[in-house]
């Protein structure tokens, strides 16, 4: 049974870059891929993007294309997402989650990280 | 990009009533491509459908879902206490995107 544990909160500037870890246990870390999604406080759900970790294959959501980095280790079974130009309305919680591999289809999320607040303030 | 409409926004009811929630596509989906979540104040979202109709590992079967082309549906046929949450759908086929939520309160 796979579990995601994230990095703490971060609290950035404005224009800086943040870097969120996601370390997968008791599970195959290589066999899916890891998605990534956004919620800003009181808001909804927002699709970032996702790494399959054999390969490092990334997709990005249009919005985020330029401006985030996804990657993964597979020595340590942690995905990271760095976001780079934060400005304040990059201030939510960011989650990981597992999702099948599939090389076309993004999948759906299952199960989560607990998430990682960042919060972009001058 | 794909938009997904949900609605109501906000469905009023009591334990043991049946919750309806829709999930409107702008374009057509494949069947195998859409999701539904749970979301609890404070957690994480929690998977309880995948491919339209699959229920997630430990999911009640009191949660169903269903539709095609640009309508899908989530059913809660009797709502316990613990179901009073926001719901969101997600279509996950060439992109991703989710609906911007469903609040089931109670009445």
């Known amino acids: 049974q796979v579990h995601l544990v994230q990095s703490g909160t971060e609290v950035k500037r404005p224009g800086s870059s943040v870097k969120v870890s996601c370390k997968a246990s008791g599970g195959t870390f290589n066999n899916y891929a890891i998605s990534w999604v956004r919620q800003a406080p009181g808001q909804g759900l927002e699709w970032m993007g996702r790494i399959i970790p054999i390969g490092d294959k990334t997709n990005y959501a249009p919005e985020f294309q330029g401006r985030v980095t996804m990657s993964a280790d597979k020595s340590t079974s942690t995905a990271y997402m760095e976001l780079h130009s934060l400005r304040f309305d990059d201030t939510a919680v960011y989650y990981c989650?597992?999702?099948?591999?599939?090389?076309?289809?993004?999948?759906?999320?299952?199960?989560w990280g607990q998430g990682t607040l960042v919060t972009v303030s001058s | 990009e794909i938009v997904l409409t949900q609605s109501p926004g906000t469905l009023s009811l009591s334990p043991g009533e049946r919750a309806t929630l829709s999930c409107r596509a702008s374009h057509s989906i494949s069947s195998s491509y859409l999701a539904w979540y749970q979301q609890k104040p404070g957690q994480a979202p929690r998977l309880l459908i995948y491919?339209?109709?699959g229920r997630a590992a430990g999911i009640p079967d009191r949660f169903s879902g269903s539709g095609s082309g640009t309508d899908f549906t989530l059913t809660i046929s009797r709502l316990e206490p613990e179901d009073f949450a926001v719901y969101y759908c997600q279509q996950y086929g060439g992109s991703s995107t989710f609906g911007q939520g469903t609040k089931v309160e109670f009445k």
């Open positions: 491919a339209t109709s």
């Open positions: 989650a597992r999702s099948p591999m599939a090389v076309v289809v993004m999948g759906w999320c299952d199960p």
